[in-house]
């Protein structure tokens, strides 16, 4: 049990929680999210690939009941999809981002 809690602490200190999804492969295609400007994202372009663009930007949200909750103040969809269908392959590339205030 000790050992248990000491590994979940040691993991903890490795885990990123800030990041986003910089690209989707679904079936052998890639597909980018978030545009990137001077090698960091710019949640405020307008998204080119697969995935929502946050108009605001990134922004702390301090009411969990709010609906901004899962997709942020002022969402909007992307202007592209992907098809996907049973058994196809999905994969997400996860980027770690430090730059959150």
């Known amino acids: 049990m000790l050992l248990g809690a000491f590994s979940a ?3 903890a200190s490795s885990v990123h929680a800030h990041g986003y999804v910089q690209e989707w492969t679904i079936n052998g295609a890639t597909y980018k999210t978030i545009p990137l400007v001077n090698g960091y994202p710019d949640f405020t372009a307008p998204v080119q690939g697969i995935g929502r663009a946050l108009q605001n930007g990134i922004n702390p949200l301090f009411d969990p009941l709010s609906n901004s909750m ?3 103040v ?3 969809p992307a202007p592209k999809y992907a098809n996907v269908t ?3 392959n999905v994969t997400a590339r996860w ?3 430090k730059f959150f205030a």
Do not use: D, K
């Open 9 to 11: 602490l040691l993991f």
């Open 70 to 72: 899962t997709c942020n």
């Open 95 to 97: 980027t770690s981002c």
């Open 86 to 88: 049973a058994g196809t």
């Open 74 to 76: 002022g969402a909007y």
